[in-house]
């Protein structure tokens, strides 16, 4: 039961980093994220529900927290000059935590089959699909902003055609990869990256953050993208099963452009105090996926360095 299992996170935890990264909290973070979010029906004990949700909420916000903290001093040099916050966004590219890592060209030019299939189901289960969290990061945005993420929301949804819908894309590469993720078998930093960039999401105080979050994921997904499709492509994968792969390595290149100029730019022009929050939000995102990329590479091939 999710339940037990927060009580047994809240009576062990220690005021520390080492917990938040732990197999029992992620997952259960990850049951709760995944069970809050479902669509449902109304129920007898929903007082009972929404005492556990405030239980669990609490420790995420915690866990948040404590990403907030370790990237607090990197984020306070983003300068709060709109387009000078935009120029130091954008060299992220190649100054972001986890950029350029060893993982990707390996995977382009050495993974088998079965390392692909291993690396594509920790993915696969940290998904926090990036179409429901741009919606969710959208409410109440001003209108040039929240423009942007609609047309952003809008090309993930296909533009209105089920065929060129981002999410069905990605299952098709799980289905032609013969995997079936599930969050028991996911290392914990996968599980972190999903649960950070959804409680960003659902949680209006961290909003600024997931537009941040949301930002650096399109600026910095396109060369892991090619990498990855680069491989896909060697082991033999059709052009329509890694199709996901093949189209953000482009699609993603102007998606970062446009957000930048139509969302970051005059959310810090209207207010400068965002681009501290937007910088931190980035930061924690790409710090999730630099412990990702260390933690796939241990468990892969024992002892590559960066």
């Known amino acids: 039961m999710l339940e037990t299992k927060i009580a047994a996170i ?13 197999d029992a909290f992620q997952q259960a973070l990850a049951h709760w994220n995944r069970q809050r979010l479902e669509p449902s029906f109304p129920e007898n ?54 950029q350029h890592d060893p993982l990707f060209p390996w995977l382009a030019e050495h ?5 692909i299939r291993w ?27 929240k423009l942007e993420l609609a047309r952003n929301y809008w090309d993930e ?13 990605l299952h098709a590469t799980a289905v032609a990869l013969r995997v079936h993720p599930a969050i028991e078998t996911t290392v914990p930093e996968s599980l972190a990256l999903a649960n950070a960039m959804t409680g960003m999401a659902t949680s209006r105080r961290y909003a600024w953050h997931s537009v941040g979050a949301l930002g650096v994921i399109e600026l910095t997904a396109p060369a892991r993208s090619a ?8 082991l033999g994968l059709s052009g329509s099963e890694r199709r996901y792969f093949d189209l953000h390595a ?16 005059p959310l810090v022009k209207e207010d400068p105090r965002r681009a501290r929050a937007i910088a931190e939000g980035a930061l924690m995102r790409l710090t999730c996926g630099q412990r990702c990329f260390e933690r796939y590479r241990a468990e892969l091939f024992k002892g590559m360095s960066r």
């Open 45 to 98: 004990d929903w007082q009972d529900t929404i005492a556990s949700d405030a239980q669990i909420a609490v420790l995420e916000g915690e866990f948040l927290e404590a990403l907030r903290a370790e990237v607090r001093d990197a984020a306070a040099a983003a300068p709060q000059d709109a387009d000078a916050f935009v120029e130091w966004f954008e060299d992220l590219i190649d100054t972001g935590p986890g």
């Open 157 to 169: 949804m296909g533009r209105g055609n089920a065929k060129g819908m981002h999410g069905p894309m």
């Open 227 to 234: 990498q990855v499709a680069k491989g896909l492509r060697r």
């Open 250 to 265: 482009v699609l993603d290149i102007k998606h970062s452009e446009d957000w930048n100029r139509e969302a970051l730019r």
């Open 111 to 115: 993974a088998t089959l079965d390392q």
């Open 119 to 145: 690396f594509f189901e920790q993915e696969a289960a940290g998904e926090a699909g990036f179409d429901d969290l741009v919606a969710l990061t959208q409410i109440k945005l001003p209108d040039q902003p």
């Open 10 to 22: 809240m009576d062990t935890r220690p005021a520390s980093r080492g917990v938040y990264l732990s």
